[in-house]
């Protein structure tokens, strides 16, 4: 019964987290809100296992962020 009580707060927790963290992001635009939370997770998992270029080309996707020449 208690694992059930703690499990509970920890959802609970979680996804007030997600919406105090995220409904800025998602009010600005719904369509790039999908792409952040679908890439930016892959991505960091992705770098941590050592595969950077992989990573690096899901978080450009996520972020639809083009490189710029900066001279």
């Known amino acids: 019964m208690t694992e059930?009580?703690?499990i509970s707060i920890l959802?609970?927790?979680f996804v007030g987290f997600l919406?105090?963290?995220y409904l800025p992001d998602y009010s600005r635009n719904?369509?790039?809100f999908w792409?952040?939370?679908i890439?930016?997770?892959i991505g960091m998992l992705l770098g941590g296992l050592g595969y950077s270029t992989l990573s690096d080309k899901i978080k450009k996707w996520a972020t639809d962020k083009k490189k710029k020449?900066?001279?």
């Open 4 to 6: 059930f009580i703690i």
């Open 11 to 13: 959802v609970i927790l």
């Open 19 to 21: 919406y105090w963290a």
């Open 30 to 32: 719904p369509k790039e």
């Open 35 to 37: 792409r952040t939370i």
């Open 39 to 41: 890439g930016m997770p």
């Open 69 to 71: 020449n900066v001279k």
